[in-house]
């Protein structure tokens, strides 16, 4: 794309850079016609579209390279090498083409088999189980499928599926040999299943259905002079109230997770991952999520024979193979990734946002049942667009990638689509659309209670990384409708989080009738200070906060990034010059919102401010009295150059002992050093400084690798109580610093534990209802050992 951007001439830049909304159609057409001239488009385009047959795609099947696979697996399957052995396995059914044959076998059938054997061999029975399925859906005349089927119902102690079969196996088997062998199997089973009774396994993989549903609150959309369109309810909502559920127009997997998360609902792979039947792009977590995104499944592709045909010594008709599917066959049918599955490049290649508009024009073609013309999506969708704010580069960059997706699309989904300025500037809008509008589907990515069993030991052997203990990662992309329509606030009365795709909205706070629903779009009060929030939220979504976090004086501001007064006794905190700016302006926005029809009541945090500064107006009466460099709350000058460089030096000393945590390596001098450092930061940053509670983390951190839960105790505390001042004591921040505290004191024995666990319980339940414990396995974790520590 960077080479098509330096081809463009100046005179088209030039309109680009000063083009608006009204421009495009004709803009879009003197681009589209000028790329159309270049061989170099051309070739992109053919790079990108080219079909398999013409040239190898990156998302092509392969025979030959799922061949070489499946024998290095084989050979790391026999060395003992189990886990490079998967990925083998793994790769080659991503690779293989449900056609392809080997000595007379479906290959694909066989790398199921193959891996279900290893499964097996790693203590992973249900995981071996439902590749035994997934291959006797293909292949139902295998009779190494129904062995090992046999086998792995033998170790879930589904004693009769297991001699059932085995027996189907047995009456399969051509040689004398193998039928021997089985009819040995046989005999040891025949006792248990006389004497037990088949218990039932539950061997699919269930689609997470939503437990509680929206209370009956009517939402309604509003139009602010200062924030356009916003959502309120005209009654009072009480706290943790869910209000919205809604599923995603159109989704798309992040590339960086491509080859861990499910590329439908977007969860953590599990082991036996499913690749799609026609491309080897996406990986799927189970057959309903192959299924829901288009793709098709793997079901008797062996014309061979019939599953209920009766076989020569057989009594019985082989059973419905697919009773252990993880398919519904009453599932609506999503075709959003049908269009990219042809084997071509464009779909691993284009950033995220576009694949995302690529999904976005189907669906919407698809709904009006036209396939020539690209639909209104402004009017469509509704949603609000952000063109014209656009620096000059970006603007070129979505002109560019539009018409490049449309070309892409008419070669993969529909020849007889039309290509002109029109369609091109829908794009653009669209892809404008996207970058403003579209939410960030996250998970939480817990490495220490991943593996909830030993993951006390690991803690008190020092293993587990306690000050990092949870962490939220964006996986997808995704456009909602509704869930657009809620605007931004610093300091939200609404949270945002996801049970596979589907967006859940719940209250935080009481809400009284008519106050506007208000969402965070990335940076909160606690986080960032204001200056920050308000330069990103410029910078990424076009628009300059208003919200009560930025529209008033607060107190996590104001210390967040402050240095302390010199005069000890003070508790004066001393902004520099950006933060001072920032802060001063304050009452000019409170002014012009109070002018404004908002129905909002905000309440003062005076008493916590006077804590930190005497806080006056000018004498204009339009802006705060701060002067930077000096106390806030007595006067006394501060000397910043030299105070700065004092922190700067500190952190090498902590950042040196991260970076020896990080590596396992902590050297004799890390640890004091990092405690010498601590004490700087507190001569010289404010007592609520956010660098403060960092560095108290990291020294938790650092005790914890040491085993000394004890001092880590006390700096986890400390961390937690200058949060608890920025973020407030039941933000979902504290919920996740409260964990890591709860986890030290366990590790100790130490009955304080469970006031603790109970406030993690109460902020979760907060923030995400009776999804918490779903969504965040280790609180069952910590309830439990929390039990065990007080009996």
């Given at each position: ?13 030039r ?6 909304i ?11 016609q ?52 998967l ?14 044959y080997?000595t007379?076998k ?10 279900a054997?290893l ?10 189980l439902?590749?035994?399925n ?7 005349s295998?009779?190494?499928?129904w ?22 196996a ?8 193998g039928?021997?062998?089985?009819e ?24 997470v259905r ?14 602010t ?9 005209q009654f ?8 919205h559920?809604?599923e995603p ?10 080859e ?22 996406p ?5 309903h ?16 024979i ?38 071509v ?8 946002d576009?694949?995302?508009a690529?999904?976005?024009?189907v ?16 009017e469509f ?7 014209s ?12 990638y539009?018409?490049v ?24 809008i ?25 993951w ?7 293993e ?30 609404i949270?945002?989080y ?12 009481f809400?009284?009738?008519?106050c506007?629903?208000?969402l ?5 009060v ?32 104001l210390?967040?990034?402050?240095f ?5 006794n ?8 950006l933060v ?7 009452p ?48 006394s ?16 000393d ?5 970076d020896?945590?990080a590596?396992?390596?902590?050297c004799s001098?890390?640890l ?7 004490c700087?930061?507190?001569?010289v ?21 040491i ?16 949060l ?17 505290l709860?986890?030290i ?5 130490d ?5 603790n666990?109970?406030?993690v319980s ?6 995400y ?5 779903t969504?965040?396995?280790y609180?069952?974790v ?6 065990r520590?007080?009996?």
């Amino acid at each position: 794309m960077e080479k098509l951007k330096c081809l463009v001439p100046e005179s088209l830049k030039r309109r680009v850079a000063e083009s608006s909304i009204d421009d495009l159609p004709s803009l879009s057409s003197s681009l589209l016609q000028y790329f159309l001239s270049l061989p170099q488009f051309h070739q992109l385009i053919s790079e990108l579209a080219a079909e398999p047959s013409t040239q190898a795609g990156l998302c092509a099947k392969n025979k030959g390279a799922a061949l070489e696979l499946k024998q290095k697996g084989n050979q790391c399957y026999s060395s003992g090498d189990h886990s490079q052995a998967l990925r083998c396995y793994s790769k080659a059914l991503r690779l293989s083409p449900i056609d392809a044959y080997e000595t007379g076998k479906n290959l694909v059938a066989t790398l199921y088999l193959n891996r279900a054997s290893l499964f097996h061999k790693m203590g992973l029975p249900m995981e071996s189980l439902r590749d035994c399925n997934r291959g006797l859906e293909i292949s139902p005349s295998y009779p190494k499928a129904w062995y090992r089927r046999g086998k792995v119902n033998a170790t879930l102690g589904n004693y009769k599926d297991a001699v059932h079969d085995l027996t189907v196996a047995k009456n399969m088997e051509t040689s004398l040999g193998g039928k021997k062998q089985i009819e040995s199997e046989l005999e040891i089973l025949a006792h248990d299943h006389e004497n037990k009774s088949a218990k039932p396994v539950h061997q699919s993989q269930k689609f997470v259905r939503i437990p509680d549903v929206p209370q009956q609150i009517k939402l309604q959309c509003v139009e602010t002079a200062d924030k356009g369109r916003g959502m309120i309810s005209q009654f009072d909502i009480p706290e943790a109230s869910l209000i919205h559920t809604e599923e995603p127009y159109a989704v798309v997997i992040l590339k960086q997770y491509r080859e861990t998360h499910c590329h439908y609902c977007l969860n953590e792979l599990p082991p036996d991952t499913i690749p799609c039947v026609s491309c080897s792009l996406p990986l799927y977590c189970s057959q309903h999520c192959q299924m829901q995104a288009g793709g098709q499944i793997h079901v008797n592709y062996s014309s061979k024979i019939n599953i209920h045909k009766k076989k020569p010594n057989c009594n019985e008709e082989y059973p419905d193979i697919t009773g252990g599917s993880d398919c519904d066959p009453k599932l609506n049918h999503i075709s959003e990734h049908k269009h990219e599955c042809q084997g071509v490049h464009w779909p691993a290649i284009l950033p995220s946002d576009v694949v995302l508009a690529g999904r976005v024009v189907v669906k919407s073609m698809e709904q009006k049942g036209k396939f020539t013309d690209v639909p209104n999506l402004s009017e469509f969708l509704g949603l609000c667009e952000s063109y014209s704010k656009m620096l000059p580069e970006s603007k070129l960059e979505l002109h560019i990638y539009s018409i490049v997706l449309l070309f892409c699309l008419q070669r993969s989904y529909s020849s007889e689509m039309s290509i002109n300025g029109n369609s091109t500037s829908q794009i653009v809008i669209l892809l404008s659309q996207i970058r403003v509008n579209s939410m960030a589907i996250v998970r939480m990515k817990s490495n220490d209670f991943h593996d909830q069993q030993d993951w006390f030991q690991k803690l008190s052997s020092g293993e587990a990384d306690v000050a990092s203990s949870v962490e939220q990662v964006r996986v997808g992309q995704a456009l909602y409708r509704a869930a657009s329509l809620f605007n931004h606030s610093c300091k939200p009365n609404i949270h945002a989080y996801y049970i596979s795709r589907s967006l859940l909205l719940r209250t935080t706070e009481f809400v009284a009738g008519g106050c506007p629903l208000e969402l965070s779009y990335g940076p909160q009060v606690g986080q960032w200070d204001c200056k920050d929030r308000l330069r990103f939220l410029e910078e990424e979504y076009f628009f300059r906060c208003w919200c009560r976090g930025c529209s008033k004086v607060n107190v996590s501001d104001l210390v967040i990034s402050g240095f302390c007064c010199v005069n000890p006794n003070c508790s004066g905190v001393v902004l520099d010059n950006l933060v001072a700016n920032c802060e001063k302006k304050k009452p000019n926005i409170l002014e012009t919102i109070s002018n404004e029809s908002h129905l909002q009541v905000y309440e003062s945090d005076d008493s916590d401010v006077k804590k930190v500064a005497h806080i006056s107006l000018d004498q204009t009466h339009s802006s705060l009295h701060i002067d930077p460099g000096y106390c806030l709350k007595c006067g006394s000058y501060c000397n910043f150059s030299s105070r700065s460089e004092e922190v700067k030096k500190a952190w090498i000393d902590l950042r040196r002992l991260q970076d020896s945590i990080a590596s396992k390596d902590m050297c004799s001098t890390s640890l004091p050093d990092a405690l010498r450092s601590l004490c700087i930061l507190r001569s010289v940053l404010h007592a609520y400084n956010k660098g403060i509670a960092e560095a108290e983390d990291i020294l938790a951190k650092a005790f914890c690798f040491i085993g000394d839960f004890q001092i880590a105790k006390v700096h986890c505390k400390s961390s937690i109580e200058i949060l608890e001042m920025l973020y407030g004591s039941n933000h979902i921040a504290i919920g996740n610093e409260l964990v890591k505290l709860s986890s030290i004191e366990l590790a100790l024995g130490d009955c304080t534990a469970v006031n603790n666990i109970n406030r993690v319980s109460a902020i979760f339940s907060k923030y995400y209802g009776p999804h918490a414990a779903t969504i965040f396995p280790y609180l069952l974790v910590l309830e439990r050992e929390s039990c065990r520590v007080v009996s």
